[in-house]
């Protein structure tokens, strides 16, 4: 048995995304460099940088050209407790 998590557009507003889009060039983008790059290496193993980056490509595309979709399914609950400390992270680096 499988858990997969619903998440509504409410749902995924509340996650605030955003902040990350906003800030990924910044921290985590082929340009960053510096302390905020550094301290991004040192926070997420490459495993979580590439979930990251996938999820940064699918936030992108939500926020600046289709709009946040009225359903997410998230198969794996290590991914939503992933993407939050994510945002965490790049809200207090931004």
Do not use: C
Request: a positive charge; zero cysteines; proline letters at 2%.
């Amino acid at each position: 048995m499988r858990l997969v998590l619903e998440y509504s557009r409410e749902d995924l507003d509340n996650l605030q995304y955003p902040i990350m889009v906003e800030s990924w060039e910044r921290v985590a983008g082929a340009g960053a460099g510096g302390k905020q790059r550094r301290e991004y290496l040192l926070e997420f193993n490459s495993i979580e940088r590439n979930t990251l980056q996938r999820y940064y490509r699918k936030f992108h595309r939500w926020y600046l050209v289709s709009g946040t979709p009225e359903k997410f399914v998230f198969r794996k609950l290590e991914t939503i407790q992933l993407l939050k400390r994510a945002i965490s992270f790049f809200a207090v680096a931004y």
